[in-house]
């Protein structure tokens, strides 16, 4: 199941930019398998990512710079940010705060 956390971040995250804008989700929950495969072929995927939790989104936003969408999640304090701007997606998550 999706951590309900990650969805109230969502919404928080979108009031926060003051928009009823949709998010793109690259990636959300993933498979262990799924997982495990990214892991071995990509970097920066953590072995036991928080995807695998439902605690982790991966995401866009078509009318906002990925810039603006990191330091709105950054402003939050809410969990991890991962800004990934060459793949055109900010990680946001509802572990522990911390950004990369």
């Known amino acids: 199941p999706i ?5 109230d971040l969502l919404c928080e995250l979108r009031l926060k ?5 949709h998010f793109e989700v690259i990636s959300g929950y993933r498979y262990t398998a799924t ?5 071995n072929t990509s970097d920066g995927v953590a072995q036991h990512s928080l995807h695998m939790d439902g605690m982790a ?3 866009r936003m078509p009318q906002r710079s990925l810039s603006t969408l990191r330091k709105a999640a950054l402003d939050l304090k809410s969990g991890g940010v991962g800004y990934y701007p060459a ?6 998550d509802v572990g522990r705060v911390r950004h990369w």
């Open 3 to 7: 951590n309900p956390g990650l969805l």
């Open 17 to 21: 930019l003051e928009t009823t804008q």
């Open 35 to 39: 997982n495990a495969m990214l892991h």
């Open 57 to 59: 989104a991966d995401i």
């Open 87 to 92: 793949s055109q997606f900010v990680h946001v």
